[in-house]
Antibody, heavy 124, light 107 residues
Framework: QVRLQESGPGLVQPSETLSLTCSVS????????WSWIRQPPGKELEWIGY???????NYNPSLKSRVTLSVDTSKNQLSLKVTSVTAADTAVYYC??????????????????WGRGTLVTVSS | AIQMTQSPSSLSASVGDRVTITCRAGQGIGNALAWYQQKPGTAPKLLIF???NLQSGVPSRFSGSGSGTDFTLTISSLQPEDFATYYCLQNYNYPRTFGQGTKVEIK
């Protein structure tokens, strides 16, 4: 059974860089798109971006200038970096697998597997 | 980015009630819509993909319908474990965008 586990500092200073890792166990990183999604306390979900095993990425324009995603296929790990953080970056950060389903009426994506999430607080 | 608007933002219902949540996309997205259930302190759980396809292991009391810009999630007979927040998500293009959520509370 494939499992995702986010890890990293729970507290980050304003203006510093937030760094998180997502470890994938029970399966390979290959053949899927891997996204990071965040949720500020009491608020809705926000897609941050995805990375593929090749290293190709796609970022949310709202965060693009501050976000970097990377992948280490040898370790089955994904990484997220967000620079110049402020209190607005305080959130639970999730990694999620995006799977493509092939149906008769078309091909459809969905985030079918999520990590448990990790809370990152930006505060001095 | 495609804006996703859910309604209502919250509702109160009793066990056994039929519950309907709607989601409207800011532009046509075909059937590229998913529904998620989230309970406090846990990650979202996929219920429905491709607008109307039930994810494996999800009870059949959950169903989805719609296409284009208007979509519906229906719970045919609300159970105690269904009290949660529900989100729609468009998988039509990037950036992926979620609705603001609908909280289903006990009446």
């Amino acid at each position: 059974q494939v499992r995702l586990q986010e890890s990293g500092p729970g507290l980050v200073q304003p203006s510093e860089t937030l760094s998180l890792t997502c470890s994938v166990s029970g399966g390979s990183i290959s053949s899927y798109y891997w996204s990071w999604i965040r949720q500020p306390p009491g608020k809705e979900l926000e897609w941050i971006g995805y990375i593929y095993k090749s290293g190709s990425t796609n970022y949310n324009p709202s965060l693009k200038s501050r976000v970097t995603l990377s992948v280490d296929t040898s370790k089955n790990q994904l990484s997220l970096k967000v620079t110049s953080v402020t209190a607005a970056d305080t959130a639970v950060y999730y990694c999620a697998r995006e799977t493509l389903r092939f149906l008769e009426r078309g091909n459809y994506w969905s985030f079918d597997l999520w990590g448990r999430g990790t809370l990152v607080t930006v505060s001095s | 980015a495609i804006q996703m608007t859910q309604s209502p933002s919250s509702l109160s219902a009793s066990v056994g009630d039929r519950v309907t949540i709607t989601c409207r996309a800011g532009q046509g997205i075909g059937n590229a819509l998913a529904w998620y259930q989230q309970k406090p302190g846990t990650a979202p759980k996929l219920l429905i993909f491709a607008a109307s396809n039930l994810q494996s292991g999800v009870p059949s009391r959950f169903s989805g319908s719609g296409s284009g810009t208007d979509f519906t999630l229906t719970i045919s007979s609300l159970q105690p474990e269904d009290f949660a927040t529900y989100y729609c998500l468009q998988n039509y293009n990037y950036p992926r965008t979620f609705g603001q959520g609908t909280k289903v509370e006990i009446k």
